[in-house]
């Protein structure tokens, strides 16, 4: 025999169902996983005062009964278990497994003892059944009976909702029945508001069940308090804590999983969500002692705590539920948060991958642990386009979870995200893989490291300084290496001074064939070894102001010292270490966190100050410039005056005459074709102002038509002609 004994078929009942888990005896604690909720019970092997062996309808059954009166039951065992588990618990536990029979006499008379939590019917000296006083919600008294009531379960095919004890007339009778009736009240699961609440967090709105409520914290149940409906919420049936963040950034989810849920008419809530806007503060005071704090909470909880409501109102749940908070663990999705945006059924929502399971919020919410899923699979969206997929997770059980409408940049982080966590994966390669995943007897909601508000603080301010950081460096450009562009062909270029030969030959065709033919693109070919340059990092500006420093390094400057002297020979980094512990159990840090407020405001004021300053200085350096290159140019263009040209009729080739303009014989035809349209548009203009004045008379006379200069032969052929002719043009 080894040190620890396993069961995997093992039932434990619950209000009636039965619930399949794992049982493991191991030599200082006895642990039992819950395969439905995934709950973890621990049992150390001090706090166990007895064990027995019945035998029941479902098998042989091990009892196992606590010091504080607590009594766990688990069936399922064959007979054959039994020399193994009480040889095992004789030798780890020092106590004797015994063995009690049942009554199986059928008398419906006999005597009520109270045993723990539980109520143990005996006929004959021999008990003939227990009632766990747990599972009864309500008890009344008429007359001489006493009539309990139990919670009901929808998971129970077979409910039991009331048994009545008749406590027989005589003397002391009626003590009898009150005696009865405060022994059941005592440790029956019935929720009596008696009191003023530890806290109250007034219009919290909540998305499940939908509305603004007061929420009131007393000291074994939770209630909301709504315009409509009023909710209480025994501890006992949390069995997880979500803080989730929203893809936003700028509110958080605060989800609770009951088991059992809550009920309203036919309506079951399995989670109770609840919304933050992160920028919302709040300040509390507990109304209790700081004594009852130290004692009841180890002190998890302060007298005064201030700060974000969401982070306040996890800290309190987090002390007075004993739970863990679950908060999102080494997953970033493409758009750099935790959140993948999806669709469940009809419904859109938020998936968040976690370290041990799935979450996904708001309508329906939905948890999926690592633990019940079978395999995944990444399918291809039904009549969409493909820049989106499906994700699918089938559970152990038979039931098929998809999240569709998931944007196609999440594949590679989702898929590696599951390769990690050896989850299986459908059809992959035309195989499936195996189921890898360990299902170890570890608590569902232990995530791995546990929530620090302070730390997440702390991140979130590291997050802005760098935020800071880029702002600074956006003006300051970095050097690039220039990369020429290399071109397959040159474009073809046109010179407007020459003329070919076949050009001239070819007339009106060749201008035919140089409208169809296109200019080559550029191409731009990399290199094969060539890679993508990435953008250095900018230099620091050394005469920028120092940021504002956080509550916590304003603390630790002022307690340097006392941590220096009362730990001598400390190092540096242990005195950073020590200050962290130190700065996480400081009660109230209103002080430093409202010094740390004033550095912030005065760091912005001498920031803004500096940017202006900056902003002129360079505003000033540019005009320097530009007044230095003004001044390059003109005295370049003193050096080297430029010829004036010539307008006159006789200088030739800056005058351009009317035969000239108007000409569209085959010596324009040699021309490139944007002069070309453009003579042609001045020869266009001239002919409409003439048109304009074929009837007016004029003193000199009429003047030539275009007609009439083109048919002149002389102008053509003698350009002594056309010289005369202009100069008459512009004596006119």
């Known amino acids: 025999m080894g040190d620890s004994l396993e069961y995997s078929d093992v039932v434990q009942e619950i209000r009636g169902a039965m619930n399949t888990g794992r049982l493991k005896l191991q030599t200082s604690n006895l642990i039992f996983k819950n395969l439905k909720t995934g709950k973890l019970d621990h049992l150390q092997s001090s706090d166990i005062e007895k064990t027995n062996w019945l035998f029941r309808a479902r098998g042989h059954c091990l009892k196992v009964m606590l010091k504080n009166g607590h009594i766990h039951r688990f069936d399922g065992f064959k007979e054959g278990d039994f020399e193994k588990l009480s040889s095992f618990i004789s030798k780890n536990y020092g106590m004797e497994l015994t063995k009690v029979d049942l009554s199986v006499r059928g008398w419906n008379w006999g005597v009520a003892n109270f045993i723990g939590d539980a109520l143990q019917f005996d006929v004959h000296d021999k008990p003939a059944f227990e009632i766990p006083l747990n599972n009864v919600s309500h008890s009344t008294i008429a007359k001489n009976e006493v009539a309990l009531e139990f ?10 909702m009331e048994l009545r004890f008749h406590i027989a007339s005589g003397e002391g009778a009626d003590e009898a029945v009150d005696d009865f009736h405060n022994n ?55 069995l997880r804590l979500f803080l989730l963040p929203h893809k936003d950034g700028r509110q958080m989810f605060f989800v609770v999983s009951l088991d059992p849920p809550i009920k309203q008419g036919n309506t079951r809530y399995p989670f109770l969500i609840l919304l933050f806007n992160k920028e919302e503060e709040m300040s509390l005071d507990l109304d209790l002692s700081e004594k009852d704090i130290e004692k009841k909470y180890d002190g998890k909880l302060a007298k005064e705590m201030n700060g974000p409501l969401f982070e306040v109102i996890s800290r309190v749940m987090k002390a007075v539920v004993n739970r863990k908070i679950t908060v999102p663990g080494s997953f970033i999705g493409h758009s750099g948060t935790h959140a993948i945006p999806c669709s469940y059924k009809a419904a859109t929502g938020f998936m968040y991958p976690l370290e041990r399971g799935f979450m996904f919020v708001h309508k329906p919410p939905i948890h999926i642990r690592f633990d019940e899923v079978a395999c995944v699979n990444f399918a291809r969206s ?18 098929v979870h998809t999240f569709s409408n998931i944007e196609k940049d999440e594949y590679t982080k989702l898929y590696d995200f599951v390769s990690n966590k050896s989850l299986r994966v459908k059809n992959i390669d035309g195989k499936e893989k195996k189921d890898t995943y360990a299902d170890d007897l570890i608590d569902s909601d ?17 997050k802005e300084k760098d935020e800071d950081d880029e702002d600074e460096d956006e003006d300051e450009s970095t050097d690039e290496d220039f990369v020429p562009k290399e071109i397959d062909e040159i474009p073809e270029e046109y010179d407007t001074d020459a003329m070919s030969s076949s050009d001239a030959e070819g007339g009106s065709g060749s201008d035919e064939k140089k409208k169809k033919r296109k200019r080559p693109k550029t191409q731009t070919i990399k290199e094969p070894g060539s890679r993508k340059t990435k953008k250095g990092k900018a230099k620091k500006d050394k005469n920028a102001p120092k940021r504002a420093q956080s509550a916590y390094f304003l603390w630790l400057n002022d307690h340097r010292e006392e941590i220096k002297k009362k730990y001598p020979g400390i190092s540096v980094t242990d005195v950073s270490k020590k200050a962290g512990e130190m700065w996480g159990k400081v009660s109230d840090k209103s002080k430093w966190e409202a010094k740390a407020k004033e550095e912030k405001k005065k760091y912005e004021i001498v920031m803004k100050e500096y940017k202006e300053r ?35 009729a006789g200088s030739g080739g800056g005058f351009k005459s009317k035969e000239y303009i108007s000409s569209s014989g085959s010596s324009d035809e040699d021309k490139p074709k944007k002069k070309k349209a453009k003579k042609e548009g001045k020869s266009e203009k001239k002919k409409k102002s003439e048109e304009e004045d074929e009837g007016s008379e004029s003193e000199v006379g009429e003047l030539p038509s275009d007609e009439e200069i083109l048919s002149s032969p002389e102008a053509s052929s003698n350009e002594g002609s056309g010289k005369a002719e202009s100069e008459e043009d512009d004596e006119d």
């Not at 919670?151 to 039991?160: C, Q, R, T, Y």
């Not at 902003?615 to 005295?635: G, I, M, P, V, Y």
């Open 614 to 648: 900056k902003q002129n200085e360079s505003a000033s350096d540019e005009e320097t410039e530009e007044h230095k290159k003004a001044s390059r140019s003109t005295a370049k263009s003193s050096k080297s005056p430029k010829k004036s040209t010539d307008t006159k």
């Open 382 to 399: 039904v009549g969409a386009t493909t820049r989106s997929f499906d994700f699918e997770i089938e559970t152990k059980a038979g039931s």
């Open 151 to 160: 919670h009901p379960n929808d998971d129970a095919a077979v409910s039991l």
């Open 184 to 238: 059941i009240m005592r440790s029956a699961d019935i929720i009596q508001a008696t009191g003023e609440s530890m806290a109250t967090f007034t219009e919290v709105q909540c998305l499940t069940p939908r509305g603004r409520y007061d929420i009131k914290i007393y000291p074994a149940f939770l209630q909301l308090h709504g315009k409509t409906f009023d909710y209480k919420i025994p501890y006992t049936s949390v």
């Open 446 to 462: 232990d995530e791995g490291s546990e929530h620090d508000v302070y730390l997440e603080r702390m991140k979130a301010e590291g």
